[in-house]
């Protein structure tokens, strides 16, 4: 059971590094509410239904953890409707205020207000499972795209490759044609012989001048 022991509006960002209720998990927080509360475990009911006045009398009597952080839940923010924190802060920011409340054993100092189990599994299974899901269905998806693929087919490719071997060497064969055609012409032309056409290759000698 817990009951309000202190609560104060802050303004600032320096002010303001937690806040017991947050709509929005994150914006900056320029305006928050600290909420401090005491509690112990009441298995008798003693404090069911006790509003305290004074809190002089809180500090008076004997308590777990004193003290402590007040959230509406784990991350101590939210959404409306799911969390409302002009409800929350005029439901818990009273002094004196009892009612019952949920505390972490390992940070005793951290209490919640509200704690739902199934869906806190909920958000836990949603947070494996949809990562893990979306990398299997990724593996799954390459490994379709990959087996589906055509493999090269050696066979079809022989006869290209041969082709452009052939076509390679007449080129080259082509290429020493016409340097070997071209050097017979030069001869010709030395020779005075007819070329390839029959006609006589002259060669015309300059006058000669008698003084």
Request: glycine letters at 6%; a negative charge; charged letters at 25%.
């Amino acid at each position: 059971m817990c009951v309000t022991r202190e609560s104060e509006f802050l303004f600032g960002l320096s002010n303001c590094s937690w806040s017991s209720c947050r709509e929005g998990c994150t914006k900056d927080v320029f305006q928050c509410i600290h909420i401090f509360v005491n509690y112990k475990r009441d298995t008798e009911g003693e404090l069911t239904g006790v509003n305290y006045t004074d809190v002089d009398e809180i500090d008076q009597m004997e308590w777990d953890v004193v003290d402590a952080r007040l959230y509406p839940n784990v991350k101590g923010c939210g959404y409306p409707p799911t969390v409302n924190c002009t409800i929350f802060n005029k439901t818990y920011s009273t002094p004196g205020r009892t009612f019952p409340c949920y505390y972490s054993r390992e940070q005793p100092m951290l209490v919640l207000s509200t704690l739902d189990i199934e869906a806190v599994k909920l958000d836990l299974v949603y947070a494996i499972v949809i990562p893990w899901g979306s990398f299997l269905v990724s593996i799954l998806y390459l490994l379709i795209t990959y087996v589906g693929m055509k493999k090269p087919d050696a066979e079809g490719d022989q006869p290209q490759e041969v082709s452009s071997a052939k076509a390679s060497k007449e080129a080259s064969n082509y290429s020493l044609r016409s340097i070997g055609k071209t050097i017979n012409q030069g001869m010709n032309k030395l020779r005075g012989e007819p070329d390839d056409k029959g006609q006589l290759i002259t060669h015309s000698s300059p006058d000669k001048t008698h003084p």
